[in-house]
């Protein structure tokens, strides 16, 4: 079983504005006819991971704050980013995914939250304060100031 992130950005955004900023090299393509508000790549070569971008309304996401407190969001309109990590991905896939939530933060002004597997809060971002959680997960991977940088 692999590992999966979501950014989950609030507002009704154009789905191609958000996956040419999560994977710059590849093309997002939708997956079915029927579902025009789903686009996928599979970066799992290059990468490590697939991404997933669709969009939704009448949200609700929850997950556990740094002392295990829960937290909830609730945004009206929102836009998914899945991460879908590979079993066997390279060494760099944490790091690769990480930039691209960076390059999405950056180009994007939207409220945002990054979950790890729909359970543990990483980041997020909610009137332009970004805010990382869970310290010990970001100096694992060497991430610690990525968005300080």
């Known amino acids: 079983m692999g590992i999966d992130y979501r950014l989950t950005l609030a507002g009704d955004i154009p789905l191609e504005q958000v996956a040419v900023l999560v994977a710059p090299e590849?093309?997002?393509?939708?997956?079915?006819?029927?579902?025009?508000?789903l686009l996928t790549v599979?970066?799992?070569t290059e990468r490590g991971f697939g991404v997933s971008v669709f969009a939704g309304s009448n949200g609700y996401f929850d997950a556990e704050d740094d002392d295990g407190t829960p937290w909830e969001w609730e945004?009206?309109?929102y836009v998914n980013v899945i991460f879908d990590m590979a079993?066997?991905?390279?060494?760099?896939?944490?790091?690769d995914m990480v930039a691209a939530v960076a390059r999405v933060l950056a180009d994007r002004p939207e409220d945002a939250a990054l979950v790890l597997d729909n359970n543990w809060l990483l980041l997020?971002?909610?009137?332009?304060?970004?805010?990382?959680?869970?310290?010990?997960?970001?100096d694992n991977y060497g991430l610690a100031d990525i968005f300080t940088r």
């Open 75 to 77: 945004p009206d309109r």
């Open 42 to 44: 599979d970066c799992t």
């Open 26 to 37: 590849g093309s997002c393509t939708s997956t079915d006819a029927g579902h025009p508000r």
């Open 124 to 138: 997020t971002r909610t009137a332009g304060m970004l805010r990382t959680h869970r310290p010990t997960w970001w």
């Open 87 to 95: 079993n066997d991905q390279p060494d760099t896939a944490t790091a």
